[in-house]
């Protein structure tokens, strides 16, 4: 609904503002992660009182801005897809940075079989950029579904597992990135978001080069060298 859609981006404001949540876990509470907009909200509007294109379009960037949100937040963000996964709700599973699914998730664009485009929060865009073109012009185009094993296998999702493991796999994903540095974990994703749209390798390097000298600096770097030495595991401070 449109109210469920303002409360999510104030939280993912929230959450993007705290500097102690270094990941988020997006998952679904009950049989499903996310089904999309309420239709039957949109058909009763659509039936009692249409609105204008100001208002629609108000709406259609509060849809978009969850995903940009996921994107542009500090934290690592990996979605635990636990069933059905629709519409603006394959576009959050879209956004987050890792994937993992139960084996009864599905993953589905709702949009182009209610009359709309399958351009929706994002997925015209990050979809290709995941699975490569061909793959991602039929599924959007077809509106099909596509479920846990093929989303395994076209590279949609990194890992399945049984629907009772999947916050357990998640959460132990979690510590496992968490373990290294604060500021290389939340630099690293930056710099790969930013680099699959670099316009050549040139572009690219500069970003990492500056990266890399920006966490050579830092005293979680000294402290990860000095552990390598003395081989013990290193502490990290964020600093």
């Keep these: 609904t449109r109210e469920m859609v303002g409360a999510l981006n104030d939280a993912l404001d929230e959450v993007a503002a705290r500097g102690d949540v270094r990941a988020v876990i997006l998952t679904g509470s009950g049989r499903g992660f996310c089904s999309g907009q309420d239709v039957a909200a949109a058909d009763a509007r659509n039936r009692t009182a249409p609105s204008g294109v100001v208002e629609r379009y108000y709406w259609q960037e509060q849809f978009a801005g969850m995903v940009e949100r996921i994107r542009a937040m500090p934290q690592v963000i990996i979605a635990a897809v636990n069933g059905p996964c ?6 959050l599973a ?7 699914a139960s084996r ?3 993953f589905l664009n709702a949009a182009i079989r ?3 485009t ?9 979809l290709p950029r995941l699975i490569g073109a061909a793959r991602a012009f039929e599924i959007l185009l077809t509106g099909r579904a596509v479920d846990a094993e093929e989303a395994e ?4 999702v990194v890992q399945l597992t049984e629907d009772d493991m999947l916050l357990a796999k998640a959460e132990a994903l979690a510590r496992q990135i968490l373990a290294n540095s604060p500021f290389a974990t939340e630099h690293s994703k930056r710099l790969i978001w930013q680099n699959l749209d670099a316009p050549s390798l040139k572009a690219a390097i500069e970003l990492e080069n500056r990266a890399q000298i920006l966490a050579s600096m830092t005293d979680d770097y000294k402290e990860a060298t000095a552990a390598f030495t003395d081989r013990r595991p290193a502490n990290f ?3």
């Design 118 to 126: 399958a351009g929706e929060s994002g997925m015209s865009y990050m």
């Design 153 to 156: 296998r076209v590279g949609l």
């Design 86 to 91: 629709a519409g603006a709700g394959m576009a």
């Design 114 to 116: 209610l009359g709309l």
């Design 94 to 100: 879209l956004a987050a940075d890792i994937r993992l």
């Design 104 to 106: 009864s998730a599905r």
């Design 237 to 239: 401070r964020g600093k």
